[in-house]
């Protein structure tokens, strides 16, 4: 087979729909997970194919609703030996299928998409949307699969100059997209008034008493301990502040998050209401939303989004 980033000598190039491969971990609500499955949906409307590999999660029918694919994989699962056999396996899946271009959605799955690619004649991307994860034990083995990338995608001019700089990548073959929202999805416009009363009475939201929402996993690096803190402040102060985000998978930090709300006498007032499908809904209710993230991301989706709801942001100056 030609090697697919050298066009065949004496014959013009072909124009094929686009077949697009992305890996993610799960598709679970998060930054990382929507911009993975936004991009599936801009492929499909494209005329192309779009297909996640990934653990699964609640994406996954909107993924599907959109005429995107879904293949289930355990990504997580064994070491370099069953990662490498993985990766082999999905490569003949991905040429069995067509599929010419395969992308690592994050650091963790670029070895996985570096060898499928290989087995099934395509390209590979990878994208970096921060760089906190190289902090972790097995980072080491990210940057070699990265580096054989025919373009590495960062998302913030930030990563990219670090991504060239600390890693050595070439500057040529790092090229910066920062993440965006949907504005048809978050558009005050577009959300009626049913909706966010439904929230609401979900909820039990009391009438005229201002909303504080924090819409973040419930994981340490968001910050919550900080939020909750910053609320004993208030005082007396009348307010209902709501954690909304995924459960942690670490139920000991929940513990500490609930022990802290009841320590800091806010037991009522400050409330964990786990994961939301609505939140432009959500938004529309907030009179304030807070991501004081402890961590410091290349892009802060919960902030453009609130933002695009006409809603005031505080944010932490990590």
């Not at 014959?11 to 993610?24: G, R, T």
């Not at 809904?281 to 807070?290: E, I, S």
Request: glycine share 10%; hydrophobic share 45%.
């Amino acid at each position: 087979m030609n090697n697919p980033s050298e066009p065949s000598k004496g014959n013009p190039p072909v124009c094929q729909p686009l077949a697009v491969c992305q890996i993610v971990p799960r598709l679970d609500e998060g930054g990382v997970e929507r911009n993975a499955v936004d991009v599936a949906v801009a492929v499909v409307k494209a005329g192309g194919r779009a297909l996640i590999v990934s653990e699964g999660g609640r994406l996954v029918p909107e993924l599907l609703r959109s005429g995107g694919e879904h293949l289930e994989m355990k990504l997580a699962t064994g070491g370099t030996l069953a990662r490498h056999w993985l990766g082999f396996k999905l490569g003949r899946i991905l040429r069995q299928d067509g599929f010419t271009l395969v992308h690592a959605f994050t650091l963790a799955t670029t070895a996985l998409g570096a060898t499928a690619a290989r087995r099934a004649g395509a390209r590979m991307v990878a994208t970096c949307h921060g760089l906190v994860q190289q902090e972790q034990g097995d980072s080491r083995n990210w940057w070699k699969p990265v580096a054989s990338a025919m373009r590495v995608i960062a998302a913030s001019d930030h990563v990219a100059a670090r991504l060239v700089n600390e890693h050595g990548l070439d500057a040529d073959r790092v090229v910066t997209i920062p993440p965006g929202i949907n504005l048809a999805r978050f558009n005050p416009a577009a959300v009626k008034a049913d909706r966010f009363i439904k929230l609401a009475q979900r909820w039990l939201l009391p009438d005229g008493v201002p909303l504080i929402l924090m819409p973040s996993r419930l994981v340490r690096d968001k910050g919550h301990l900080g939020l909750i803190e910053a609320l004993t402040h208030l005082e007396n102060q009348p307010f209902i502040c709501l954690l909304a985000g995924d459960e942690t998978v670490d139920d000991g930090y929940r513990a500490e998050v609930e022990a802290a709300i009841t320590a800091k006498g806010l037991a009522g007032k400050v409330r964990l209401v786990g994961y939301c499908e609505d939140m432009p809904a959500a938004y529309m209710l907030a009179d304030v939303v807070v991501t004081p993230d402890v961590v410091s991301g290349a892009f802060n989706r919960v902030g453009a989004e609130a933002l695009a709801m006409g809603r005031p942001v505080i944010v932490s100056d990590s």
